[in-house]
């Protein structure tokens, strides 16, 4: 493989990680063909030790969400009826999107590429993985797996103004170039990824990465991190490091100040 430090190209912080040698599984892969979507996904054949995993997840991590996440993200998840029973079919849950906010899923292979990650998300098609992490990294997995996309993305993607900006996001990322682009990316990571939003019962958090992480869970509303309001020009200045837990995290007042902030910014910067 090529190595990303042959080339001048502004690196995303997962594109640094995959050059610095770590876990093949993180490099981002080209689709080459078409993915399932919607009514073409099937419901793969778990072994009864994945059904295990996905029980053990959901109950530890669902039990850290009261007066942690926001209330958005648990309406949602009551909408896609997540249960501890067994792995949610994906074609189940984009019904669910279809119904509320026209989404649909796709299945795909492993962490895709932007260019193709950006494509789906204009067309309004979240993708998805359907394969669970091992057992020795419960607690731990750099790879995408369904966990992180269903249990973690999935729920907000059913609240109509979230599911606009991910869309426009979609749309402004893919007409993004050079630094554009990083300053997009490292916004999709304090807001998708680690989004926290204030709410009148006090500090609340939204974003995927924060959901399904057991560290995360505890660390992102603790005293450990500082919490600054949300601002797309100085979130996207922010550094930040994809492998430990994030000491600085940005708060939206709602998904509607998200939507219209992310909208006003990107118009701005004729992205739209
Ligand atoms: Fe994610």
Known sequence: MKSNQDSNKKLSAYEKAADEGVDPRCIPQKLTGPVPEHDEIVYPDYPESDQETWRFLYKRQMDMLPDRACKEYMDGAYKLNLSSDKIPYLKNLSHVFHETTGWKIVRVPSLIREKDFFGLLHRKLFPSTDYIRGKDELDYTPAPDLFHDIFGHMPLLTNKSFASFYQTFGEAALNARGDDRVKLETLHWFTVEFGLIKKPEGMRFYGAGIASSLQEVSNALSDRVEVIDFDPERVCTQEYDVWHLQPILF??????????????????????
């Not at 708060?251 to 739209?272: M, V």
């Open 251 to 272: 708060a939206i007042e709602s998904f509607e100040h998200l939507e219209k902030g992310f909208y006003d910014w990107t118009k701005k910067l004729g992205l739209l």
